[in-house]
């Protein structure tokens, strides 16, 4: 027999103790071994998914008329997926459209389980059953970049080899399913020609695994000769066949001359910021700061974050545009995103941007053990 020392008020107390009293007979018992689940997101409600009176053995356990006793009643209510259990027969079946997407457990992760605890009344057969729902990914999202087109500012004094950052695309599915590939086109869509490729594509594999398009000049600029190439970034996820999103760039050769903004730390390192789940709305984590040598107002700097990052974080944190102020503007999860990984993007009267990663690091905050509640809401039902 389990012990559990609990530290509670009189009453409650009592009430504890009376329950084990009328539940700890040689019928209560839990499960050894979860029943486990597959199904396909996008299930129609009232599809049937498990039949617990046959899957946890009752048929072959008891009579009949002990099967006829027995109620079936999830220890939740408000399970983390819609589905709901017949009261007599046991059958486990969608109680609504089930939405991988929507799952804040399942987001941005390939693997997606759940686990649901269920009931069996009454007393002299009460019994626990541990079911793991696996909820499959379907491909029905497509990449979408924020915007429709997008200025890239690229100097004419960049040497081959230099790299600028490009619009990244989102996908709502697992990444798995997700953005997988990106090509760079011509404005018309058909490849580019060797002649042409004074610019061209590469890809960084972020630290997340998400991918990052980033421009890279292949042969010396002259803005004299062509100031600006028109250019369209695909972007393509992991379906088969995949999904697919595009946009429009305008590549603007700037003058050598201009002075590019640039943050106050080393090219290449980013700020690196520790900070609990618990932190209040509001709070400041982090003052960025950067600095452009041009005077007047090309050199004013505007601070924002880049589009992926406003898209994926959009709801959990702000920059303010003119001091670099970053702060907490939604309840932070651990679960969800153990490393939040920000880019912000410096831009001026001209289309020069630079681009640095900023990366917040979340840890797990002090909670009270959950398992109170499970007591709790067997004692409601006694």
Request: proline share 6%.
């Given at each position: 027999?389990?012990?559990?020392?609990?530290?509670?008020?009189?009453?409650?107390?009592?009430?504890?103790?009376?329950?084990?009293?009328?539940?700890?007979?040689?019928?209560?018992?839990q499960?050894d071994?979860?029943?486990?689940?597959?199904?396909?997101?996008?299930?129609?409600?009232?599809?049937?998914?498990?039949?617990?009176?046959?899957?946890?053995?009752?048929?072959?356990?008891?009579?009949?008329?002990?099967?006829?006793?027995?109620?079936?009643?999830l220890?939740?209510?408000?399970?983390?997926?819609?589905?709901?259990?017949?009261?007599?027969?046991?059958?486990?079946?969608?109680?609504?459209?089930?939405?991988?997407?929507?799952?804040?457990?399942?987001?941005?992760?390939?693997?997606?389980?759940?686990?649901?605890?269920?009931?069996?009344?009454?007393?002299?057969?009460?019994?626990?059953?541990?079911?793991?729902?696996?909820?499959?990914?379907?491909?029905?999202?497509?990449?979408?970049?924020?915007?429709?087109?997008?200025?890239?500012?690229?100097?004419?004094?960049?040497?081959?080899?230099?790299?600028?950052?490009?619009?990244?695309?989102?996908?709502?599915?697992?990444?798995?399913?997700?953005v997988?590939?990106?090509?760079?086109?011509?404005?018309?869509?058909?490849?580019?020609?060797?002649?042409?490729?004074?610019?061209?594509?590469?890809?960084?594999?972020?630290?997340?695994?998400?991918?990052?398009?980033?421009?890279?000049?292949?042969?010396?600029?002259?803005?004299?000769?062509?100031?600006?190439?028109?250019?369209?970034?695909?972007?393509?996820?992991?379906g088969?066949?995949?999904?697919?999103?595009?946009?429009?760039?305008?590549?603007?050769?700037?003058?050598?001359?201009?002075?590019?903004?640039?943050?106050?730390?080393?090219?290449?390192?980013?700020?690196?910021?520790n900070?609990?789940?618990?932190?209040?709305?509001?709070?400041?984590?982090?003052?960025v700061?950067?600095?452009?040598?041009?005077?007047?107002?090309?050199?004013?700097v505007?601070?924002?974050?880049?589009?992926?990052?406003?898209?994926?974080?959009?709801?959990?944190?702000?920059?303010?545009?003119?001091?670099?102020e970053?702060?907490?503007?939604?309840?932070?999860?651990?679960?969800?995103?153990?490393?939040?990984?920000?880019?912000?993007?410096?831009?001026?009267?001209?289309?020069?941007?630079?681009?640095?990663s900023?990366?917040?690091?979340?840890?797990?905050?002090?909670?009270?053990?959950?398992?109170?509640?499970?007591i709790?809401?067997?004692?409601?039902?006694?």
């Amino acid at each position: 027999m389990t012990i559990f020392v609990v530290i509670l008020t009189d009453e409650t107390t009592l009430a504890l103790v009376m329950v084990f009293v009328c539940v700890a007979t040689p019928t209560w018992s839990q499960t050894d071994v979860p029943l486990r689940y597959r199904i396909v997101e996008e299930l129609a409600p009232g599809t049937d998914v498990a039949d617990l009176m046959v899957d946890a053995g009752f048929k072959r356990k008891y009579t009949a008329d002990v099967l006829a006793q027995l109620e079936f009643r999830l220890l939740s209510e408000h399970p983390p997926v819609p589905l709901t259990v017949g009261s007599k027969s046991g059958v486990l079946s969608t109680s609504g459209r089930i939405d991988r997407e929507q799952l804040p457990a399942c987001r941005s992760r390939n693997l997606c389980q759940l686990t649901l605890d269920v009931t069996v009344r009454p007393p002299r057969y009460f019994q626990v059953i541990k079911v793991i729902i696996d909820i499959k990914d379907v491909n029905d999202n497509s990449p979408r970049f924020r915007d429709a087109s997008a200025i890239v500012g690229v100097r004419e004094s960049a040497l081959p080899g230099t790299s600028f950052a490009l619009p990244v695309a989102v996908d709502a599915d697992s990444p798995d399913l997700g953005v997988r590939a990106y090509e760079l086109l011509e404005e018309d869509g058909t490849p580019p020609g060797q002649e042409a490729e004074m610019v061209t594509l590469s890809i960084v594999t972020r630290r997340d695994g998400s991918l990052d398009p980033r421009l890279v000049v292949r042969r010396p600029l002259d803005r004299e000769t062509q100031d600006e190439y028109r250019r369209r970034l695909v972007a393509y996820d992991g379906g088969r066949p995949p999904r697919s999103a595009s946009i429009d760039l305008l590549i603007q050769i700037l003058d050598s001359n201009d002075n590019s903004p640039v943050f106050d730390i080393p090219y290449g390192l980013s700020y690196e910021v520790n900070v609990t789940e618990n932190v209040a709305v509001g709070t400041v984590l982090l003052r960025v700061h950067a600095v452009d040598a041009d005077e007047g107002l090309s050199g004013e700097v505007v601070y924002s974050f880049s589009s992926n990052t406003l898209t994926t974080y959009g709801e959990l944190f702000n920059i303010d545009n003119v001091t670099g102020e970053i702060s907490v503007a939604g309840m932070l999860d651990r679960e969800r995103h153990p490393v939040s990984l920000l880019s912000l993007r410096l831009r001026r009267l001209t289309p020069n941007l630079v681009e640095i990663s900023i990366v917040i690091f979340r840890i797990l905050s002090l909670r009270i053990c959950t398992s109170y509640k499970h007591i709790s809401s067997i004692l409601e039902m006694y």
